[in-house]
């Protein structure tokens, strides 16, 4: 045991010290690359689920309008059908 500990000396425990710090300081500048990645990749996200909606907006927009144009032709054809059916009873 004690040759153990008079293999570690202070010099080298300095320099462990070191090299622990250095890999801790190369970790949280990985963290921080990756957290920079993952925002970037959220502010294009956003912008393209924007542009998505806008777009499906625009779409579900000119559905709506297709809808209420056949409703209002058939209404329309209906009402005349039923008004050419009365006045040749009549």
């Known amino acids: 045991m004690s040759s153990m500990r008079e293999a570690w000396t202070d010099g080298r425990l300095d320099d462990l010290n070191g090299r622990v710090g250095d890999m801790g300081r190369r970790m ?3 963290f921080s690359r990756v957290h920079e ?6 502010t294009e996200m956003d912008a393209k689920i924007g542009g998505l909606r806008t ?5 579900f ?3 709506h309008r297709l809808i209420l ?3 209002g032709g ?3 054809t ?13």
């Open 69 to 71: 144009q056949v409703g």
């Open 74 to 76: 058939m209404i329309a």
């Open 61 to 63: 927009g000119a559905l």
């Open 37 to 42: 990645d993952f925002q970037s990749l959220r």
């Open 28 to 30: 949280d500048e990985g």
């Open 78 to 90: 209906l009402i005349v059908g039923i008004l050419s059916v009365l006045a040749t009873q009549l």
């Open 55 to 59: 777009e499906m907006d625009a779409k």
